[in-house]
């Protein structure tokens, strides 16, 4: 059976969230690690060009009817669960994705439905309209960016810096956001991201590569960077959540490392 536009994720992306909707499959910004390329979800990215997925009708009019009906239908439990996270399988805030993700959100929003949007996309925020909407609703949207510190290996996304002046403009405008670090692609690199958002931003989750594989990390760095990022913190009120890879890495590999006494 087809998975609807409006679903419960499963694996590393349930950690996001208990509801999920993807509109379009594809992605322009070419991150080198995309999960959508990788592991069990290879093949479900599909091209650089983002489309409209057919099971959200092939177009935004019957993409719409389908996010209202299926929203409609879930709303109480929707709501209970904390929302709708936008979106697994592309960046929902693209050229190419952005009118489809708003006319969702918006009905969202308007019936008083929480919503996440991940992105690394920074030219919307010059869309008024767009502002206002998150603006209006601040106290239901969420606007979490990636950051790796790898500009590298996001060949066509703005680069981290920019990412990360886009949150602070978006937290200079009231407007709630999150920081994704994942994956991390090594610990200082990313122990750096999270230092230079540590003013603004209080919602932090933590993620490794996926598939997960404990070859690509090292456990002292882990050790140190899981440290400093609980110093932080604390001394910080930042709500810092690991996800299981993380978790698990530490946890296992605590158990062989010499250190570890
Ligand atoms: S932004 Fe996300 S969906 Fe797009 S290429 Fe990068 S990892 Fe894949």
């Given at each position: 059976m087809k998975t609807p536009i409006i679903y419960r994720p499963a694996g590393a992306a349930a950690e996001y969230a208990t509801w999920g909707c993807n509109l379009?499959?594809?992605?322009?910004?070419?991150?080198?690690?995309?999960?959508?390329?990788?592991?069990?979800?290879?093949?479900?990215?599909?091209?650089?060009?983002?489309?409209?997925?057919?099971k959200a009708?092939?177009?935004?009019?019957?993409a719409l009817e389908r996010f209202k009906r299926l929203l409609d239908k879930r709303y109480g439990t929707i709501v209970r669960d904390g929302g709708i996270f936008f979106s697994f399988?592309?960046?929902?805030?693209?050229?190419?994705?952005?009118?489809?993700t708003?006319?969702c959100v918006e009905y969202a929003l308007k019936r008083g439905v929480p919503v996440q949007i991940l992105?690394?996309?920074?030219?919307?925020?010059?869309?008024?309209?767009?502002?206002?909407?998150?603006?209006?609703h601040?106290n239901l949207v969420r606007?979490?960016?990636?950051?790796?510190?790898?500009?590298?290996?996001?060949?066509?996304?703005?680069?981290?810096?920019?990412?990360?002046?886009?949150?602070?403009?978006?937290?200079?405008?009231?407007?709630?956001?999150?920081?994704?670090?994942?994956?991390?692609?090594?610990?200082?690199?990313?122990?750096?991201?999270?230092?230079?958002?540590?003013?603004?931003?209080?919602?932090?989750?933590?993620?490794?590569?996926?598939?997960?594989?404990?070859?690509?990390?090292?456990?002292?760095?882990?050790?140190?960077?899981?440290?400093?990022?609980?110093?932080?913190?604390?001394?910080?009120?930042?709500?810092?959540?690991?996800?299981?890879?993380?978790?698990?890495?530490?946890?296992?590999?605590?158990?062989?490392?010499?250190?570890?006494?």
């Amino acid at each position: 059976m087809k998975t609807p536009i409006i679903y419960r994720p499963a694996g590393a992306a349930a950690e996001y969230a208990t509801w999920g909707c993807n509109l379009y499959r594809g992605c322009s910004h070419g991150c080198t690690y995309c999960y959508n390329k990788r592991g069990i979800f290879s093949n479900s990215l599909g091209g650089e060009t983002p489309e409209i997925m057919a099971k959200a009708g092939g177009s935004l009019d019957k993409a719409l009817e389908r996010f209202k009906r299926l929203l409609d239908k879930r709303y109480g439990t929707i709501v209970r669960d904390g929302g709708i996270f936008f979106s697994f399988t592309t960046d929902p805030m693209l050229l190419d994705t952005i009118a489809g993700t708003i006319m969702c959100v918006e009905y969202a929003l308007k019936r008083g439905v929480p919503v996440q949007i991940l992105t690394k996309a920074t030219w919307w925020l010059d869309r008024s309209d767009v502002m206002e909407l998150f603006y209006d609703h601040r106290n239901l949207v969420r606007v979490g960016y990636t950051l790796t510190g790898h500009d590298e290996m996001e060949p066509c996304a703005p680069p981290n810096e920019e990412r990360i002046q886009s949150m602070q403009y978006l937290d200079d405008c009231n407007i709630p956001v999150f920081a994704s670090i994942e994956p991390v692609i090594d610990f200082p690199s990313s122990l750096a991201m999270i230092m230079e958002i540590a003013g603004f931003c209080k919602d932090i989750r933590i993620g490794l590569l996926s598939p997960y594989s404990a070859k690509r990390y090292d456990w002292n760095e882990c050790d140190r960077f899981i440290g400093k990022v609980n110093e932080l913190a604390s001394s910080r009120n930042i709500k810092v959540y690991y996800k299981d890879s993380i978790r698990r890495f530490y946890k296992e590999n605590a158990q062989i490392n010499p250190t570890n006494t």
